[in-house]
T-cell receptor, first 113, second 109 residues
Framework: ETGVTQSPTHLIKTRGQQVTLRCSSQ?????VSWYQQALGQGPQFIFQ???????GRGNFPPRFSGLQFPNYSSELNVNALELDDSALYLC????????????FGPGTRLTVT | EDQVTQSPEALRLQEGESSSLNCSYT??????LFWYRQDPGKGPEFLFT?????EEKEKERLKATLTKKESFLHITAPKPEDSATYLC??????????WGAGTKLIIKP
């Protein structure tokens, strides 16, 4: 069974640029959630996708957007990057949208300069 | 407002010295409380789900308990490999997890 994978591992961008982060869900999981984790903090929920539809969104502006594909892989897109966007971005997959067990990938460390 | 507070922020123990981590929560309509372990540079690893007050779960040297306002993660005779940040999260009815900031646990040999 393949776990959750994310790419890239690290990324450095300049303020104002756009970035796309990718996530491959665990086999058999149809739901993916994205989180932002600042240093020394717990994860903050960005949004969740269930069967290619957004299924809930946290308190993040519209410049954070996502996609889920038929094979349940997913993308997180962030436009007009700001310095405060520097964080670890985590994706987690689960069997269903109401499943309590979420399996996390290793994260993408984004640095905005 | 739904929120989760974990204490202490950091805890240093000697190998074999048992202790407890606290997770206090305020949430309307709790669906579940979760404990995760996070190693540096990695994503959180699922440990336990607790659904109702009085419930207990155990795994190796870890035991999680739940009351109506807080949860405890008890660590018995810890080993250096138990060193990690332990995160607590709660699920309100919309299933959007709300996380605490974590407790960084350091076990010295």
């Amino acid at each position: 069974e393949t776990g959750v994978t994310q790419s890239p591992t690290h990324l450095i961008k300049t303020r104002g640029q756009q970035v796309t982060l990718r996530c491959s869900s665990q086999s058999g999981h149809n739901t993916v959630s994205w989180y932002q984790q600042a240093l020394g903090q717990g994860p903050q929920f960005i949004f969740q996708y269930y069967r290619e539809e957004e299924n809930g969104r946290g308190n993040f502006p519209p410049r954070f957007s996502g996609l889920q594909f038929p094979n349940y892989s997913s993308e997180l897109n962030v436009n007009a990057l700001e310095l405060d966007d520097s964080a670890l971005y985590l994706c987690a997959s689960s069997v269903t949208s109401s499943s309590y067990e979420q399996y996390f990938g290793p994260g993408t460390r984004l640095t905005v300069t | 407002e739904d929120q989760v507070t974990q204490s202490p922020e950091a805890l240093r123990l000697q190998e074999g010295e048992s202790s407890s981590l606290n997770c206090s929560y305020t949430v309307s309509g709790l669906r579940g409380l979760f404990w995760y372990r996070q190693d540096p540079g990695k994503g959180p690893e699922f440990l336990f789900t607790l659904y109702s007050a009085g419930e207990e779960k155990e795994k190796e040297r870890l035991k999680a308990t739940l009351t109506k306002k807080e949860s405890f993660l008890h660590i018995t005779a810890p080993k250096p490999e138990d060193s990690a940040t332990y995160l607590c999260a709660v699920s309100p009815p919309n299933y959007q997890l709300i996380w605490g900031a974590g407790t960084k646990l350091i076990i010295k040999p």
